[in-house]
């Protein structure tokens, strides 16, 4: 919804000039490497991958839902996760300010206060939903898609006075529940006389899974791919990478770097021949894993790259070293270079 604020033109407007790459979740991920996939790249949803096709979307709200079955959610108070301080508007606020106040600010919401005290909320959905002119609104000679005159009006005009608020020592669980029940995107947290102290969206109430990441990253040095590849298979191949590297931890717990080098050659035509080589260096001994794959389908050869190395950690393995109890596993950091 943020992303369509910025249109001024929908009717004139092309897909492709807002959308962005949000990476993918693949159907045997864990929900913690979903959550970490939502959270690094900073979006709302990912599509399903199973096979090489999109076979669904999953997304923060999706996470929320299950959310509220977790008791250990419970544990977190509403203070520990609010984000704070809190950007608010006045009721007589032009809702083409607050567009740019959550253009500018990367934010979808803004509480309305007078005089300190909390009165509504607009959001990026009620001010997209009271702007473009849907299909079932459409009078004859209007067109789907149509923005009206502007973003006029003042912000009382357009805030949800339903608002969902709780108490800075809420328990998360209860407002995962009260979310998803009465369907908002955020919650709100106030003191005694009703001021914003804060607040809470689905990526705050994903925040506890997150910090289950290892507090150490390997970095991934990943060399080759281009924008001209298909975004498709190369943000599915950088997944790959991923799972491989995740894979190469278990057997080898001093794993110090991973470097992936992809070349293409245009031979002719519409095809492409791609050559990928992985290097894994070891911390100890200075010891390096190699292996290469090469084909025309870009995902088919990292395929073939996934089997053949781990095919070679099999041929070497070793028992992982004793690590303390209640350690956490590393986890990788990918790096692009062109």
Known sequence: MRDLLGVDQPERTKVRSVWERTGVAITDNTVQEVVMTLIDNNVRALPLVEGGKIKGITSQV??????????????????????????????????????????????????????GKLKGIVTAKRLVHTFIVPASR????????????????????????????????????????????????????????DRVKGIITPRELLQPIYDLKGEEEIPVYIVGLSSEEDWFDTT???????????RAQNIFPDLREIRVQ????????????????????????????????????????FDDLTQALDQKLRNRKQEPEKKPRGGRKKKPKIYFKP
């Open 236 to 246: 599915v191949a950088e997944n790959k990478v991923l799972r491989v590297v995740e």
């Open 62 to 115: 999706d996470l929320l839902k299950e959310l509220r079955h977790v008791n250990e959610l419970g544990q977190n108070k509403a203070r520990d996760l609010m984000k704070s301080p809190v950007i608010t508007i006045d009721p007589e606020t032009g809702n083409d300010s607050a567009r740019r106040l959550m253009l500018d600010n990367n934010i979808s919401h803004l509480p309305v206060t007078k005089n």
């Open 262 to 301: 992809i070349e293409s050659q245009n031979t002719g035509g519409n095809r492409t021949r791609y050559e990928v080589r992985v290097h894994i260096y070891m911390k100890k001994g200075g010891e390096t894993i190699f292996v290469k794959q090469e084909g025309w389908d870009l995902l088919a050869v």
């Open 138 to 193: 459409m009078t004859t000679g209007n067109r789907s898609g149509q923005m009206m005159s502007g973003f006029s009006g003042r912000a009382d005009e357009v805030m949800d006075t339903q608002t969902l608020t709780v108490g800075a020592d809420a328990n998360a669980l209860d407002v995962a529940k009260e979310m998803t029940r009465m369907g908002k995107s955020a919650c709100l947290v106030v003191d005694d006389l």
